[in-house]
């Protein structure tokens, strides 16, 4: 019976990537459910979408724990456009710390700033789902099969006969 081996899974940068890429979803997904805690009533209607980013930002790191190479280029996607609205947010949150705004439950400053700091985990996120995308997670060889020529013993042809005739 033949086994399936993974060589590029084998790799010490295929392995540190994928803990890099896990460690980057999870870390989006507590970064984001800080902020959406913290300013949970300054938010305005965007909890669900916040929300739906922590469960997808864990859903892909479980997948990606697994080995699987195919939700990489979707979490590069969702680094990339949260890291554009991650950017856009950042000063908004610094412009509440003035007289005459709702405070949130955190200070405003402390929400810029982590708000502020997604932008490089996003950025970074982006780019090693990319390499890891890249290292080709999804080779297989066979290993441990004999081989199907003349020289192994239960395929080779009767004595004096041709196996082509």
């Given amino acids: 019976m033949a086994a399936v081996e993974h060589p590029n899974r084998n790799k010490a940068s295929s392995r540190a990537t994928k803990a890099g890429v ?3 979803l999870l870390v ?5 459910a800080v902020v959406t805690a913290g300013g949970w009533s300054e938010l305005q209607g965007a909890q669900p979408m916040a929300f739906g ?3 997808v930002y864990l859903v ?6 697994r080995w699987n190479r195919g939700v990489l280029p979707v979490a590069a ?4 456009l949260f890291a554009v609205i991650a950017a856009v947010a950042g000063p908004a949150w610094f412009g509440r710390d003035k007289a005459g705004f709702e405070d949130p439950a955190f200070d405003p400053a402390i929400l810029g700033l982590l708000t502020l700091i997604l932008v490089p985990v996003q950025l970074l996120l982006l ?8 290292q080709k997670w999804n080779v297989e060889v066979e ?12 395929n080779a042809p009767p004595e004096g006969s ?4």
């Fill in 60 to 65: 892909m790191a479980f997948y990606v724990s």
């Fill in 53 to 55: 980013y922590i469960l």
């Fill in 77 to 80: 996607a969702l680094a990339l």
């Fill in 28 to 32: 989006s997904a507590a970064l984001i």
């Fill in 162 to 165: 041709s196996r082509y005739a």
């Fill in 143 to 154: 290993v441990g099969r004999p081989d199907s020529g003349l020289g192994h013993p239960t």
């Fill in 22 to 24: 896990v460690l980057l």
């Fill in 127 to 134: 780019a090693l789902a990319m390499r890891g995308f890249s």
